[in-house]
């Protein structure tokens, strides 16, 4: 939680705005609304009438830096700004006897590659590496990527410049799936879902739906959540999962910087979709079988509030304002085998999103 401090005059007028949970979704139309939970934008109308004044002009500007200054420092999970991509990015060396596997949404593959895209994989090295909402129409000719993953698996949407989710591996799969299993609408899956299956393990890669603007998609969401619940649990029965990429969940309040306003008002955020993801992670007393799952970020980290989204609008970033949507969920006899589990919140200017990454010992 940010730190306690006197409160402004200007804070106490425009409180922080909530960021939205998907980046450009479609074009901007899915940002969720923020009438019923954000008040600013009113109070900065009738703020804005006195511009005629000349003098206060500096005023205003001096004090508007000052503040912005003031509300980004100190506050925990606040980042630089998203603007420009650090290009000598270092992590530490992969661990012995590991595999190691990123995700990261990287909100469209050729804008990110003009932001400095490159200097994260470059410092990463993943063993895999999960990107979703891609936005490319057919397989990327890159010649950097092609050479460092001999095996690349891109989920096109048939929506132009939509969506779209790949898996890029060192490690040569023994199958692959672009499918989820019983979901009425195939078309409305492509580009949302890749499946690699390895040895010891199924890697999942998704790109779940957003429940839109004003909730206009949550049917949508609760049929993708109903069908891949059974699939997630079809794959486990014959060996265990990692499924990571971007969910579009904020599982808890701690995964997001302000919950109460935003609960059951804001896609990602409501009882439908957390209980749905919390069913996931612990089967119901009438389903005691049932294999159990684990977010393996949480489970090392359970108080932190860190976030893997921050909205471009408003500073949300400096301002640490976000919300962690980006995750690895494994099955929970695949726990004992993670050696680590982060967010790389330092990497910034490519996406609105941040990394994250996990090692898992032993092949997949």
Same mark, same amino acid.
């Given at each position: 939680?940010?730190?306690?401090?006197?409160?402004?005059?200007?804070?106490?007028?425009?409180?922080?705005?909530?960021?939205?949970?998907?980046?450009?979704?479609?074009?901007?139309?899915?940002?969720?609304?923020?009438?019923?939970?954000?008040?600013?934008?009113?109070?900065?109308?009738?703020?804005?009438?006195?511009?005629?004044?000349?003098?206060?002009?500096?005023?205003?500007?001096?004090?508007?830096?000052?503040?912005?200054?003031?509300?980004?420092?100190?506050?925990?999970?606040?980042?630089?700004?998203?603007?420009?991509?650090?290009?000598?990015?270092?992590?530490?060396?992969?661990?012995?006897?590991?595999?190691?596997?990123?995700?990261?949404?990287?909100?469209?593959?050729?804008?990110?590659?003009?932001?400095?895209?490159?200097?994260?994989?470059?410092?990463?090295?993943?063993?895999?590496?999960?990107?979703?909402?891609?936005?490319?129409?057919?397989?990327?000719?890159?010649?950097?990527?092609?050479?460092?993953?001999?095996?690349?698996?891109?989920?096109?949407?048939?929506?132009?410049?939509?969506?779209?989710?790949?898996?890029?591996?060192?490690?040569?799969?023994?199958?692959?799936?672009?499918?989820?299993?019983?979901?009425?609408?195939?078309?409305?899956?492509?580009?949302?879902?890749?499946?690699?299956?390895?040895?010891?393990?199924?890697?999942?890669?998704?790109?779940?739906?957003?429940?839109?603007?004003?909730?206009?998609?949550?049917?949508?969401?609760?049929?993708?959540?109903?069908?891949?619940? $059974?699939?997630?649990? %079809?794959? *486990? #029965?014959?060996?265990? !999962?990692?499924?990571?990429?971007? =969910?579009?969940? /904020?599982?808890?309040?701690?995964?997001?910087?302000?919950?109460?306003?935003?609960?059951?008002?804001?896609?990602?955020?409501?009882?439908?979709?957390?209980?749905?993801?919390?069913?996931?992670?612990? $089967?119901?007393?009438? %389903?005691? *079988? #049932?294999?159990?799952? !684990?977010?393996?970020?949480?489970? =090392?980290?359970? /108080?932190?509030?860190?976030?893997?989204?921050?909205?471009?609008?408003?500073?949300?970033?400096?301002?640490?304002?976000?919300?962690?949507?980006?995750?690895?969920?494994?099955?929970?006899?695949?726990?004992?085998?993670?050696?680590?589990?982060?967010?790389?919140?330092? !990497?910034?200017?490519?996406?609105?999103?941040?990394?994250?990454?996990?090692?898992?010992?032993?092949?997949?």
């Amino acid at each position: 939680m940010p730190p306690k401090r006197a409160a402004s005059k200007r804070k106490a007028a425009s409180p922080s705005p909530e960021p939205s949970t998907e980046s450009h979704f479609d074009s901007g139309s899915e940002a969720p609304s923020q009438e019923d939970t954000e008040p600013a934008p009113k109070k900065r109308k009738t703020a804005a009438k006195p511009k005629a004044a000349a003098p206060a002009k500096p005023k205003a500007k001096g004090k508007g830096k000052a503040a912005a200054k003031d509300e980004g420092a100190g506050v925990e999970g606040a980042q630089p700004t998203n603007k420009v991509m650090p290009v000598d990015l270092k992590f530490p060396a992969k661990q012995e006897g590991t595999i190691r596997i990123a995700t990261w949404n990287i909100c469209g593959l050729a804008a990110a590659q003009k932001k400095g895209f490159k200097y994260y994989v470059e410092a990463e090295d993943p063993d895999v590496l999960v990107l979703t909402e891609t936005k490319v129409n057919n397989d990327p000719v890159d010649p950097a990527l092609a050479s460092r993953f001999a095996h690349r698996y891109w989920s096109i949407s048939d929506k132009k410049t939509y969506s779209g989710t790949a898996i890029l591996s060192k490690v040569d799969p023994l199958s692959v799936d672009y499918t989820l299993p019983g979901h009425p609408d195939p078309k409305s899956v492509k580009g949302r879902i890749v499946t690699l299956e390895f040895a010891s393990c199924y890697l999942v890669g998704t790109y779940v739906v957003n429940a839109g603007t004003g909730l206009k998609t949550l049917d949508a969401k609760k049929e993708w959540n109903t069908h891949f619940e $059974a699939y997630i649990r %079809e794959l *486990d #029965a014959k060996k265990p !999962v990692i499924w990571t990429g971007d =969910l579009n969940v /904020a599982p808890t309040a701690l995964d997001l910087t302000n919950p109460k306003p935003n609960w059951n008002k804001t896609p990602g955020y409501t009882e439908a979709e957390t209980s749905s993801y919390a069913r996931i992670l612990n $089967a119901s007393k009438e %389903e005691a *079988d #049932a294999p159990q799952f !684990v977010d393996v970020w949480r489970k =090392l980290h359970p /108080a932190l509030k860190h976030y893997t989204y921050f909205s471009y609008r408003f500073n949300c970033r400096e301002k640490g304002i976000g919300w962690r949507l980006d995750m690895f969920v494994v099955s929970a006899r695949l726990e004992e085998r993670v050696r680590m589990c982060e967010i790389r919140g330092e !990497v910034y200017g490519a996406s609105d999103h941040c990394p994250v990454v996990m090692e898992l010992e032993g092949e997949l």
